[in-house]
């Protein structure tokens, strides 16, 4: 028995060692047990994230396992298989399993003799330790909607679903030069897409946009309720034009798009709604964010409200409220405003920024069955920001 990972073939009876950093310790450990299944045999070496490697740990993993695969976000923790090859090519002169790295695209790396070869794959993309047909299929089938799909949170939440497995991903967007990016990635994946021009504070449009998936998929299992603005200014300087644009786009676009998505979804027995929200709401806030705060706050109020009211009908409801992340709209927003990215980070305790690709995690977990009794909750990715005891 064999099945492909991301470059290598792994065959029942192997002994695999997949070393990660603890960012990406959910998909490891999902996938030592689906390697279980197949017989071969995965044991998971955590290392820290941005600290030195451990030498002595890599050179035990590599004398005592037929294969390291490391499975790690370049974005994040950058080479780790580079680095893990290294390590081992001059600590560790004995004979270990052959060493496979690519790069950032994809494309196999091997500058170095085949008799001086070691062993690590390792996968650039924190789903990509399985192929799309591999046995890590969370969404296997599933028929997913999202708003504000092209960039951003949307558009890292689309990819990480299709490479879970998911049948057909339609997306909206203003900016269609951006949809037809992540449709032409969704159907190298092998997903089917949708794609469509849409101001989602149009509400007529939005109705027919998600009748649009139903009409073309059959139905509509997970909806995501993700286009947004952000931005503000000092509350005595708020225009009536922003406090409106803010709230429609921010949260009555939300509740539109996810009564349209519940009622399909009342009528075929259940799915599952999304909604980006923001750490910003309820406890803690920021100045010149109130407008926004209001927004996100109202959307985690209105995900509380849903919950109670579909639950028992088989819909769960539920949001994710990410922190300072190193996106584009986050940017123009802090540059608006000049806020140096040292006085950001100083505020949160793992000291960076949230990538979208951690956002777009925690999507296919609440999508997922494995978030099967959770409901009504707001999912706070923000490296420890809300828990800080005085964030100002």
């Known amino acids: 028995m064999e099945f492909t990972a ?14 990660t950093t603890g960012i990406m310790a959910h998909k490891v450990l999902a996938a030592a047990d689906q390697l279980q299944a197949r017989g071969i045999s995965g044991h998971v070496l ?77 996968a650039s993309n924190p789903a990509a330790i399985y192929r799309r047909d591999g046995p890590v299929n969370r969404l296997q089938g599933k028929i997913v909607g999202i708003t504000g799909g092209g960039a951003g949170f949307g558009r890292a939440m689309a ?5 879970e497995g998911a049948e057909a991903v339609a997306i909206c967007d203003l900016n269609m030069e951006d949809a037809a990016a ?41 909806w995501v309720g993700n286009a947004g ?19 429609d786009l921010d949260l009555n676009a939300v509740f539109f798009g996810a009564q349209a998505a519940g009622r399909q979804m009342l009528e075929q027995g259940g799915g599952v709604i999304l909604s980006t929200a923001s750490m910003l709401i309820e406890q803690h ?17 209105l995900t509380r409200a849903l919950a109670v009211e579909w639950g028992g009908r088989g819909i769960r409801v539920n949001a994710i409220g990410p922190g300072f992340a190193n996106t584009g709209l986050f940017q123009r927003g802090r ?58």
């Open 46 to 122: 955590h290392l820290p994230t941005l600290k030195p490697l451990d030498v002595p740990a890599i050179i035990d993993v590599a004398q005592r396992f037929d294969r390291l695969i490391t499975v790690e976000n370049h974005s994040i923790i950058g080479g780790l298989g580079s680095a893990i090859a290294e390590t081992v090519t001059e600590h560790a002169p004995v004979r270990v399993p052959r060493i496979g790295i690519r790069d950032r695209a994809g494309h196999a790396i091997d500058s170095r003799p085949a008799k001086e070869q070691h062993a690590v794959t390792s």
């Open 229 to 247: 603005i952000a931005g503000g200014s000092p509350a005595e300087d708020e225009s009536e034009e922003f406090w409106r644009k803010m709230i």
């Open 285 to 301: 806030t920021q100045a010149y964010r109130t407008a926004y705060g209001v927004a996100k706050t109202g959307v985690v109020n």
């Open 335 to 392: 540059t608006a405003h000049s806020i140096p990215v040292e006085d950001l980070l100083s505020r949160v305790p793992m000291g960076r920024f949230v990538e979208v690709e951690e956002i777009a995690a925690a999507a296919v977990f609440l999508a997922s069955d494995e978030a099967s009794f959770i409901n009504g909750h707001l999912l706070l990715v923000d490296g420890g920001w809300s828990a800080n005891s005085s964030p100002t």
């Open 6 to 19: 991301a470059a290598v073939t792994l065959r029942e009876g192997e002994d695999v060692a997949l070393v």
């Open 159 to 163: 990819l990480a679903f299709a490479r």
């Open 182 to 222: 992540t449709v032409k990635d969704l159907e190298e994946i092998g997903a089917k897409t949708l794609a469509v021009e849409l101001d989602v504070t149009d509400t007529a449009g939005l109705r027919a946009y998600v009748q649009q998936i139903v009409d073309t998929f059959g139905r509509l299992d997970v």
